[in-house]
């Protein structure tokens, strides 16, 4: 619906609403940049600090997945009534926790009342705007890097279940909960092409914006992503969120999919993710540089596909 907005020709807008993009540039004077973005949601954890750190870290995302840094956020909270107090403030608490880590200021924010508790960020960053990054500037022979494991939409709907393991609700937590900043500090020497955060479109549909923003067919090996301990056991017994078939109806026609890849596997490649890593496009010398250099720092890192010339469909998935 977005794309339905007026179109706007301000051309100190770099990046707006007419792409797929992860956030708003607007240039500024000097060759610098403002990045602008905003993201809440409903609790996907029990416990209300966790939730607050989750969704505080989804927001922060945004600006890393741009080539930029955080430097200013606002809280946006929805609270029913009947939330006690103390579950506010830790959701506050949370949320504080990891601003700071970012090393992003907490400005302030805005409440309102609502049925359902939601919490999420309104941030603000800044970059040289020769480092603004887009998810449309992959390149023919690049390869895909995948900074954080997938399978996270199956796993919250297992614990919704209270299914899960504690030590695969801890991992899963710690997961969402961990900030693209490291990621970003180790790209950005490396000059990437493209970049986005992989989030509740799934790793398929946010390598589709990718390759239909740059014009390229992008090859997923599905062999090759990482996944969150218990995922595809739990996807196996079908334990699906909607959402996960809802991204497959969005984008089945664009995708060729080889035959061979097991079943749960596949849909854990449409599993929406809250939080999700950065899927990184660059040449292959130096994203084999980033794999090494993320491992080093103690990050899950795969190359995950290749990025090559527009075939019939734009994403291809193969074993």
Same mark, same amino acid.
């Given at each position: 619906m977005?794309?339905?907005?007026?179109?706007?020709?301000?051309?100190r807008?770099?990046v707006?609403?007419?792409?797929? *993009? *992860?956030?708003?540039?607007?240039?500024? *004077?000097?060759?610098? !940049?403002?990045?602008?973005?905003?993201?809440?949601f409903?609790?996907?954890?029990?416990?209300?600090?966790d939730?607050?750190?989750?969704?505080?870290?989804?927001?922060?995302?945004?600006? %890393?997945?741009?080539?930029?840094?955080?430097r200013?956020?606002?809280n946006?909270?929805?609270?029913?009534?009947?939330?006690?107090?103390? !579950?506010?403030?830790?959701?506050?608490?949370?949320?504080?926790?990891?601003?700071?880590?970012?090393?992003?200021?907490? @400005?302030?924010?805005?409440?309102?009342? *609502?049925?359902?508790?939601?919490?999420?960020?309104?941030v603000?960053?800044?970059?040289?705007?020769?480092?603004?990054?887009?998810?449309?500037?992959?390149?023919?022979?690049d390869?895909?890097?995948?900074?954080?494991?997938?399978?996270?939409?199956?796993?919250?709907? !297992?614990?919704?279940?209270?299914?899960?393991?504690?030590?695969?609700?801890?991992?899963? /937590?710690?997961?969402?909960?961990?900030?693209?900043?490291?990621?970003?500090?180790?790209?950005?020497?490396?000059?990437?092409?493209?970049? /986005?955060?992989?989030?509740?479109?799934?790793?398929?549909?946010?390598?589709?914006?990718?390759?239909?923003?740059s014009?390229?067919?992008?090859?997923? %090996? !599905?062999?090759?992503?990482?996944?969150?301990?218990?995922?595809?056991? %739990?996807?196996?017994q079908?334990?699906?969120?909607?959402?996960?078939?809802?991204?497959?109806?969005?984008?089945?026609?664009?995708?060729d /999919?080889?035959?061979?890849?097991?079943?749960?596997?596949?849909?854990?490649?449409?599993?929406?993710? /809250?939080?999700?890593?950065?899927?990184?496009a660059?040449?292959?010398?130096? @994203?084999?540089?980033l794999?090494?250099r993320?491992?080093?720092?103690?990050?899950?890192?795969?190359?995950?596909?290749?990025?090559?010339?527009?075939k019939?469909?734009?994403?291809h998935?193969?074993?």
């Open positions: 977005l794309k339905d907005l007026p179109k706007q020709t301000d051309d807008l770099l707006g609403h007419s792409g797929s *993009d *992860d956030a708003a540039v607007y240039r500024l *004077d000097g060759g610098q !940049a403002l990045i602008q973005t905003v993201d809440f409903p609790p996907v954890v029990d416990d209300p600090y939730f607050g750190r989750v969704a505080a870290a989804n927001a922060l995302s945004d600006v %890393w997945a741009m080539g930029g840094a955080p200013l956020a606002m946006l909270l929805a609270v029913p009534p009947s939330l006690p107090p103390e !579950a506010v403030r830790a959701i506050l608490a949370g949320g504080a926790e990891k601003v700071s880590e970012a090393g992003a200021l907490l @400005a302030g924010g805005h409440s309102i009342q *609502d049925e359902e508790p939601k919490y999420g960020l309104c603000t960053g800044f970059a040289a705007e020769a480092d603004i990054l887009k998810n449309s500037g992959a390149r023919a022979g390869l895909l890097v995948l900074t954080k494991p997938i399978g996270s939409g199956v796993l919250t709907t !297992a614990a919704k279940a209270e299914l899960l393991a504690p030590a695969e609700a801890s991992i899963l /937590t710690e997961t969402m909960a961990a900030l693209n900043k490291t990621a970003w500090e180790e790209m950005m020497p490396l000059r990437p092409h493209g970049c /986005t955060d992989v989030t509740g479109f799934g790793l398929v549909g946010h390598a589709l914006e990718m390759a239909r923003g014009g390229l067919t992008l090859t997923l %090996w !599905a062999a090759q992503v990482p996944l969150l301990p218990g995922a595809l056991e %739990w996807a196996r079908g334990l699906l969120p909607g959402g996960c078939h809802r991204n497959r109806a969005d984008v089945e026609r664009e995708t /999919t080889v035959p061979g890849i097991e079943l749960a596997l596949r849909d854990l490649l449409f599993d929406p993710q /809250t939080s999700g890593g950065l899927l990184i660059l040449p292959e010398r130096r @994203a084999e540089e794999i090494r993320l491992r080093d720092r103690g990050l899950t890192a795969c190359a995950v596909g290749q990025a090559g010339p527009r019939v469909q734009p994403l998935i193969q074993p």
